[in-house]
């Protein structure tokens, strides 16, 4: 590996890589399992999402950050937060514990906090490191944007393998017309159905970004609930509790009690240990992909 380059971290948002990569082929019909009939495919599609993004921005750095299955202070906060959501597909499951012994075998941590989420160790580990060096956070989910600063940029997963949107403040900008912190703000009006929290009801994303276009903040607008419509004012006056919540929801927690030395995350990969695992899960076809990326 070549360290002469500038150092730079990739964090990587573990479940959502692991979950796009399952959907992507199970999707099809197929999943890939090895000739004992342990699934596979989850494990499979994470390795050549990740390994296609190393080879793409060459991090010197990576960690890979992971929700714990207890349960997180959103949850004590608001009881119905992410309740919407579906058990895992069971094909899936066993693969949660065999990828972080994949990515162990890389040499990359495995980081997660209980009683908070991955996006909070990645926002963490973001604002600790990015005063030292280039962060960069891979991901598919938006909330991350919040994120962004001039030595953060979120890497958001678009459809297709190795289709990537690069966000830096100036291109989430020039896309959304908003600042970072304003994504926290806009989700508190506009709610989140995938987190199963509302934000105020009968306000949807373009007229919740409008409003924070127009004044800024949450408190902007109601310092200024005169110059609404009736329509909206009346809604924000009756939803007022839930707005606020819903914006604490929103909000990425940056200091969680996280333990990594940065050492630590140095990508230095040992061939033999990796191709050992890759074999042993029958998937020998990615090493010569992993291999030729380390080159690169």
């Known amino acids: 590996m070549n360290n002469t380059r500038q150092p730079s971290l ?9 979950f796009r990569a399952y959907y992507a082929t199970a999707a099809n019909g197929y999943i890939r399992r ?11 599609g994470f390795l050549r999402y990740l390994w ?7 991090p010197t750095h990576v960690a890979c950050c992971w929700d714990m299955p207890s349960k997180t202070f959103r949850s004590e906060q608001f009881a119905a937060y992410k309740g919407n959501r579906p058990d895992a597909p069971e094909d899936l499951v066993p693969q949660f514990a065999l990828i972080r012994e994949v990515t162990e075998c890389l040499g990359i941590p495995n980081l997660g906090v209980e009683g908070f989420e991955a996006d909070d160790c990645i926002g963490t580990l973001a604002c600790r490191y990015g005063k030292e060096m280039k962060v960069m956070v891979l ?8 994120l962004v600063d001039e030595q953060v940029s979120v890497i958001i997963m678009k459809k297709g393998h190795g289709n990537y949107m690069v966000y830096t403040p100036d291109s989430l900008y020039q896309e959304k017309g908003l600042l970072p912190h304003q994504i926290i703000d806009v989700k508190g009006l506009m709610g989140d ?4 929290y509302p934000g105020v009801r009968g306000i949807g994303e373009k007229t919740a970004v409008k409003l924070i276009q127009e004044y800024e903040t949450i408190e902007g607008i109601l310092e200024n609930m005169d110059s609404l419509t009736k329509g ?10 839930m707005l606020h919540l819903s914006r604490s929801l929103a909000a990425i927690h ?3 009690p996280l333990e990594c030395e940065l050492d630590l995350c140095i990508l230095e990969i040992n061939h033999e240990r990796v191709s050992m695992k890759l074999e042993e899960l029958e998937m020998k076809s990615l090493s010569h992909l992993m291999g030729a990326a380390m080159v690169n």
């Open 254 to 256: 940056c200091e969680v």
């Open 52 to 58: 296609d993004a190393i080879d793409t921005f060459q």
């Open 193 to 196: 159905t995938s987190d199963n």
């Open 232 to 241: 909206v004012r009346s809604k924000i006056e009756s939803d007022l509790n």
């Open 34 to 44: 090895t000739k004992a009939g342990i699934p596979t495919n989850a494990i499979y």
């Open 10 to 18: 990739l964090l990587v948002d573990g479940m959502a890589l692991l």
């Open 139 to 146: 991901s598919g989910d938006h909330d991350l944007l919040q």
